[in-house]
């Protein structure tokens, strides 16, 4: 998503990092935008923390007085207060995505510019089929398409969405470690998922069915769909009055012809007699 910032020309002096401490791109942001004031906001006191710890440099360290301080909070930020928002890898945990949008629509200034990235409903596919084809819940939730992303932005008021995606795959040397991998990033929130702890007994099973998906060189694979999106926040557009008032000269000077009567008028046609 960084590649995508050298389209951009507009520079932006405020940058809001949302959900930063996952987002792990301080460094692409610093690096993109050295001089720019950085808001990171987080969901929750115990990132706020974590993030804080992550931005104190060393005391011997240059970027204390080369560059701005990285500021963290968990309260939203003023309206109008930045001109880029960025959101790397978080959209797909947030609980109500359309209402989100419009909460960064509102912390974004006129000609401001929001990316984001998160995953699409083609992640782990491979699981998905396994946990149906065995007749087990669902192995996690349902994630949103891109187009329906970009409708949602559409009506959060952003102007000329791009929405963009790609396929990546992954794969472990056990089913250990695609299980440890999968925990930690995120639990399964789905509400459809089992209602209580599995047995050990189901959990040896599970580690015996994803051997399947192991391709010709043993290793297990994965498939992730990562969405990538961008938009700009357009400029307010002012809206007509539904009462006109125009001053009596001004009327009669926008009836009053453009030239004299008599510079309208035409020569009468000439006939001449043939035979005469």
Same mark, same amino acid.
Request: net charge positive.
């Given at each position: 998503?960084?590649?995508?910032?050298?389209?951009?020309?507009?520079?932006?002096?405020?940058? @809001?990092?949302?959900?930063?401490?996952?987002?792990?791109?301080? =460094? %692409? @942001?610093?690096?993109?935008?050295?001089?720019?004031?950085?808001?990171?906001?987080?969901?929750?006191?115990?990132?706020?923390?974590?993030?804080? &710890?992550?931005?104190?440099?060393?005391?011997?360290? #240059? +970027? +204390?007085?080369?560059? $701005?301080?990285?500021?963290?909070?968990?309260?939203?930020?003023?309206?109008?207060? =930045?001109?880029?928002?960025? &959101?790397?890898?978080?959209?797909?945990?947030?609980?109500?995505?359309?209402?989100?949008?419009?909460?960064? !629509?509102?912390?974004?200034?006129?000609?401001?510019?929001?990316?984001?990235?998160?995953?699409?409903?083609?992640?782990?596919?491979?699981?998905?089929?396994?946990? !149906?084809?065995?007749?087990?819940?669902?192995?996690?939730?349902?994630?949103?398409?891109?187009?329906?992303?970009?409708?949602?932005? *559409?009506?959060?008021?952003?102007?000329? $969405?791009?929405?963009?995606?790609?396929? *990546?795959?992954?794969?472990?040397?056990?089913?250990?470690?695609? %299980?440890?991998?999968?925990?930690?990033?995120?639990?399964? =929130?789905?509400?459809?998922?089992?209602?209580?702890?599995?047995?050990?007994?189901?959990?040896? +099973?599970?580690?015996?069915? %994803? !051997?399947?998906?192991?391709?010709?060189?043993?290793?297990?694979?994965?498939?992730?769909? /990562? /969405?990538?999106?961008?938009?700009?926040? &357009? &400029?307010?557009? $002012?809206?007509?009055?539904?009462?006109?008032?125009?001053? %009596? !000269?001004?009327? +009669?000077?926008?009836?009053? #012809?453009?030239?004299?009567?008599?510079?309208?008028?035409?020569?009468?046609?000439?006939?001449?007699? /043939?035979?005469?």
């Amino acid at each position: 998503m960084a590649q995508r910032l050298a389209v951009v020309k507009l520079r932006p002096a405020t940058v @809001l990092d949302w959900w930063g401490y996952t987002g792990a791109s301080a =460094a %692409l @942001l610093a690096q993109a935008y050295p001089q720019a004031r950085r808001v990171v906001v987080e969901p929750s006191a115990a990132l706020v923390q974590r993030s804080m &710890a992550a931005t104190v440099s060393p005391w011997w360290s #240059p +970027r +204390r007085w080369l560059r $701005p301080k990285v500021e963290v909070a968990q309260s939203e930020p003023a309206p109008l207060s =930045a001109q880029l928002l960025w &959101a790397n890898m978080m959209l797909h945990a947030a609980p109500d995505p359309p209402s989100l949008m419009q909460r960064w !629509q509102r912390l974004l200034a006129a000609d401001g510019f929001l990316m984001f990235s998160c995953l699409g409903p083609d992640t782990v596919r491979e699981l998905r089929a396994l946990y !149906q084809r065995l007749g087990w819940p669902v192995a996690g939730t349902e994630f949103v398409d891109m187009h329906d992303l970009g409708d949602m932005l *559409l009506h959060a008021g952003f102007a000329d $969405p791009v929405m963009d995606q790609e396929h *990546l795959s992954l794969t472990w040397s056990s089913p250990q470690a695609l %299980l440890a991998e999968l925990r930690g990033m995120g639990c399964n =929130a789905s509400s459809a998922r089992w209602p209580g702890l599995c047995t050990p007994r189901w959990h040896d +099973r599970l580690c015996r069915e %994803l !051997q399947s998906l192991a391709g010709a060189d043993g290793r297990l694979r994965l498939s992730f769909e /990562i /969405i990538y999106g961008h938009a700009f926040k &357009a &400029a307010p557009r $002012p809206h007509p009055a539904s009462e006109t008032t125009v001053a %009596l !000269q001004d009327m +009669r000077a926008m009836l009053r #012809p453009a030239t004299s009567p008599k510079a309208n008028q035409t020569a009468p046609p000439s006939y001449s007699r /043939i035979g005469s």
